[in-house]
């Protein structure tokens, strides 16, 4: 069993940029898949970005495409979300999530495991 803690959530301005950090333990992170998805405030939570266990296929909403870029450190057991030109619309809280399995799944009922959750508030 994996545990999953996410960091680097904050207050920015439009345009700015945060990266977030999805820090595992307990196992391996080279044995999950993990994806990234957000819930603003009266919304459902929606997918936003996803990498498969390899991190050789990555998968990104329209909405952050372009924008954000999920990339993987198995070494620090770590998967990290770097969001860049950051619009108002982006903000939510951010949850990390891993499956075992090894394809970048962009479905919320893929993940077995899911972290706290991270605030993004992005001000225009």
């Known amino acids: 069993q994996v545990q999953l803690v996410e960091s680097g959530g904050g207050l920015v301005q439009a345009g700015g940029s945060l990266r977030l950090t999805c820090a595992a333990s307990?196992?391996?992170?080279?044995?999950?898949?993990v994806g990234w998805f957000r819930q603003a405030p009266g919304k459902e939570r929606e997918f936003v970005s996803a990498?498969?266990?390899?991190?050789?296929?990555?998968y990104y909403a329209d909405s952050v495409k372009g924008r954000f870029t999920i990339s993987r450190d198995d070494a620090k057991n770590t998967v990290y979300l770097q969001m860049n030109s950051l619009k108002p619309e982006d903000t939510a809280v951010y949850y990390c999530?891993?499956?075992?399995?090894?394809?970048?799944?962009?479905?919320?009922?893929?993940?077995?495991?899911w972290g706290q959750g991270t605030q993004v508030t992005v001000s225009s």
């Open positions: 999530a891993a499956h075992s399995g090894s394809y970048a799944a962009t479905a919320e009922r893929s993940y077995n495991y």
């Open positions: 307990g196992r391996s992170f080279s044995n999950y898949a």
């Open positions: 990498t498969s266990r390899s991190g050789g296929t990555t």
